[in-house]
């Protein structure tokens, strides 16, 4: 899962290789914090934060099989 986020938002970004995915794990639940340039926190965020929820929407889609539950917090 931490390389679909770290795939997904490395596409989005100016400069992928300032792009950090952490995985923190709970009992059933995950956290992905995700690092990215200053510059690049608007583009992944996006207007009225689009960009933002559609990542959190196709990450937890993608984790139902696992049976966990996933938050995707960005950070600059």
């Known amino acids: ?8 938002v490395k596409a989005l970004v100016d400069f992928p290789d300032q ?20 510059e690049d926190l608007g583009k992944v965020i996006g207007k009225q934060g689009r960009i933002a929820n559609a990542l ?7 984790s139902i099989k696992d049976g ?4 995707v917090e960005i950070l600059p």
């Not at 390389?3 to 997904?8: D, I, N, S, T």
């Not at 792009?19 to 200053?38: H, K, L, W």
């Not at 959190?56 to 993608?62: G, L």
Request: charged share 35%; net charge positive.
């Open 1 to 8: 899962m931490k390389e679909l986020v770290e795939m997904l």
């Open 19 to 38: 792009v950090d995915v952490q995985q923190i794990d709970g009992e059933r639940t995950s956290i992905y914090e995700v690092r990215v340039a200053p």
């Open 56 to 62: 959190r929407t196709v990450v937890k889609t993608a």
């Open 68 to 71: 966990r539950r996933v938050s």
